[in-house]
């Protein structure tokens, strides 16, 4: 049984940073695409960043290109969004999802498997 599971969340000041994490449990070799997904009140969901924890290829989406980093510590399999320079329109509920034999083109599909999220807001 596969599990995500993010923390990391909170309240950050616009230009600021923060890391979620997400705890992966469950598969059975490295064959998946995982990343995260984000979000807001009235927003349609959104990929932002994704991994191929096959071939390492990373994806993010236009919104957050340059300011946020997506890592993989391949000891434990976590998987980590630095998130730098942070704006208002940041502002979501970040997801952690996976799907088994995809790419880091998961971001602009559809995943298997979701944590339960975690609030980001940025706010002054």
């Known amino acids: 049984q596969v599990q995500l599971v993010e923390s990391g969340g909170g309240l950050v000041q616009p230009g600021g940073s923060l890391r979620l994490s997400c705890a992966v449990r469950g598969f059975s070799s490295d064959n998946y695409g995982i990343g995260w997904f984000r979000q807001a009140p009235g927003k349609e969901r959104e990929g932002v960043s994704c991994l191929s924890t096959t071939f390492g290829g990373t994806y993010y989406s236009d919104s957050v290109q340059g300011r946020f980093a997506i890592s993989r510590d391949i000891s434990t399999g976590t998987v980590y969004l630095q998130m730098n320079k942070l704006k208002p329109e940041d502002t979501a509920v970040y997801y952690c999802?996976?799907?088994?034999?995809?790419?880091?083109?998961?971001?602009?599909?559809?995943?298997?498997?979701w944590g339960q999220g975690t609030q980001v807001t940025v706010s002054s």
């Open positions: 999802a996976a799907r088994h034999f995809f790419t880091e083109r998961l971001c602009e599909g559809i995943p298997e498997y």
